[in-house]
């Protein structure tokens, strides 16, 4: 850790906890995952050692050297690799089905995937990342997980704002940070710290948290989460927004070794910032963070905005769903030229939006035929056409690999690991020709 870090923590904290801090630093970071119930029924996963996160519904400690990320279950979306702490901002954010949900800092897509979860295939949720590649991996990771109700966007928050005033229930913005709290996870965090840095994602925040606040209703929440432990970047972020929006104020964000926010450490503390939360290694299982849940004053629902119009459903896409026996979720269709995306209901208008995934991609009209998409094989539970395998099969191998299966099926089939879905092969002449994406495969092990 940078030796100027060190300083500034010590006299924070004091001798005594700082020297806690150091030994929680020393040990062996956690790992952890969050079960993916959107699956259903969930296999027999002791080999992992699950232990609950006792902040986070479906949250787990697991064992780590079982390599939880090389197994087929991670393939199938069946959980999602998090950090613990990570996982309390979109807990606080206190999310029900049937909302407006917008995650404005969004990638890589652990906290779009456990407010995707709260929804439960209802309502509307906007996942956001302003760099494009970013972006590509958080569409790439809702895609896994088989949510089907999610706007994938890589927008300036500014724009956003603009575009969708008073517009959601629910608003997270994991900002931006120094990420202090990830320095024995993230060694480069540590080597391009200063405080130059710190002040600079300090004003950055600032900003993106005002256009957060400009797209709360009146009654809606907004969570401010950071995985760093600078007061300028925590309480003095959140006490210069309260100070310029008096109707939002601090609530409870509490749990079970979570420690109150520091007034005392920011000059000027505007009220209630103890009622934020930091989460410290040397007080629970898990890296540093820091949450404030913000509520807006008054009550009204999300302010109105023009649909996305919604075009006739291809013919093609018909036929394919009446020969494959592939169900649709609820919602219509979206078309981007030939490809066709199944959108949730209150869609938008996406016209001057930089979208990457407007909802389910469900496939491609190619010269008269309708070939299916990676991501409605991933939602799908079952098909007409199914191939089973065990999960430690060769035939499990060789498709993750991106090799041909053998197989009696004929045409589109939905190809499963124990009975949880992997992706499309089409079958022929016995054998299936694999379709899994080519920057999915990966070599036999």
């Given at each position: ?8 923590l ?7 906890e ?14 952890s995952?969050?079960l ?9 996963l002791s ?8 902040w ?30 990570a996982?309390?901002p979109a807990?606080?954010?206190g ?9 404005l800092?969004a990638?890589?897509?652990g906290?779009?995937?456990?407010l995707?979860?709260a929804?439960a295939g209802t ?5 956001n990342?302003i ?16 949510v ?13 704002a603009?575009r969708f005033?008073?517009g959601?229930d ?9 990420g ?45 989460s ?5 007061p300028e ?27 109150p ?20 290694p040397?007080r ?7 949450a404030?849940v913000?509520a807006?004053a ?7 905005w023009d649909a996305e ?10 036929a394919f ?12 269709p979206?078309?981007f030229?030939?490809?066709?995306f199944?959108?949730?209901e ?9 979208v990457?995934?407007?909802g389910?991609a ?9 070939e299916p998409?990676?991501?409605w ?6 098909a ?11 035939e499990?191998?060789?498709?993750l ?6 197989g ?9 690991a124990?009975?949880w ?6 079958g ?6 694999n379709h899994r ?6 070599p036999?092990r």
């Amino acid at each position: 850790m940078p030796e100027d870090f060190q300083k500034k923590l010590r006299r924070l904290l004091g001798e005594a906890e700082y020297e806690a801090f150091l030994a929680a630093e020393a040990r062996p970071r956690e790992t952890s995952l969050r079960l993916n119930r959107r699956k259903g029924a969930l296999p027999d996963l002791s080999a992992l050692r699950l232990e609950p996160v006792p902040w986070a519904r479906d949250g787990y400690y697991c064992d780590g050297g079982a390599r939880p990320g090389q197994l087929v279950w991670h393939e199938a979306g069946l959980y999602y690799l998090q950090e613990a702490s990570a996982m309390a901002p979109a807990e606080l954010l206190g999310v029900a089905p049937g909302m407006r949900v917008l995650d404005l800092c969004a990638a890589p897509g652990g906290k779009s995937g456990q407010l995707a979860a709260a929804l439960a295939g209802t309502g509307l949720l906007v996942s956001n990342e302003i760099h494009p590649k970013r972006a590509a991996v958080l569409a790439e990771n809702l895609e896994r997980l088989g949510v089907a109700n999610a706007l994938v966007l890589s927008e300036h928050p500014r724009r956003l704002a603009e575009r969708f005033p008073d517009g959601f229930d629910r608003v997270l913005v994991d900002a931006p940070c120094s990420g202090e709290g990830m320095f024995r996870k993230e060694p480069a965090a540590a080597a391009g710290w200063s405080e130059e840095t710190v002040a600079m994602c300090a004003r950055r925040q600032r900003e993106i948290l005002q256009s957060a606040a400009a797209m709360v209703r009146p009654g809606g929440r907004l969570v401010y989460s950071t995985c760093t432990f600078s007061p300028e970047e925590n309480e003095g972020v959140v006490s210069a927004f309260l100070r310029d929006n008096p109707d939002f104020s601090v609530a409870p964000a509490a749990g079970p070794g979570f420690a109150p926010g520091r007034p005392d450490w920011v000059d000027s503390p505007a009220p209630g910032l103890e009622d934020a939360a930091r989460l410290w290694p040397h007080r629970l299982r898990g890296e540093g963070h820091f949450a404030a849940v913000l509520a807006r004053a008054g009550e009204a629902p999300a302010a109105g905005w023009d649909a996305e119009p919604a075009p006739a459903v291809p013919g093609e896409l018909t036929a394919f769903c009446r020969e494959a026996g592939a169900a649709l979720p609820p919602g219509r269709p979206v078309a981007f030229g030939s490809r066709v995306f199944w959108a949730p209901e209150g869609l938008p208008a996406l016209r001057g939006l930089k979208v990457l995934r407007p909802g389910l991609a469900l496939g491609e009209v190619r010269k008269g035929r309708f070939e299916p998409a990676h991501g409605w094989a991933m939602w799908l539970e079952t098909a007409g056409s199914t191939a089973d395998f065990p999960a430690d099969s060769r035939e499990i191998a060789a498709y993750l690999a991106g090799e041909p299966v053998p197989g009696t099926a004929r045409g589109w089939t939905l190809l499963r690991a124990d009975g949880w879905s992997l992706g499309w092969v089409k079958g022929s002449g016995g054998m299936l020709k694999n379709h899994r994406p080519k920057g999915l495969r990966r070599p036999r092990r």
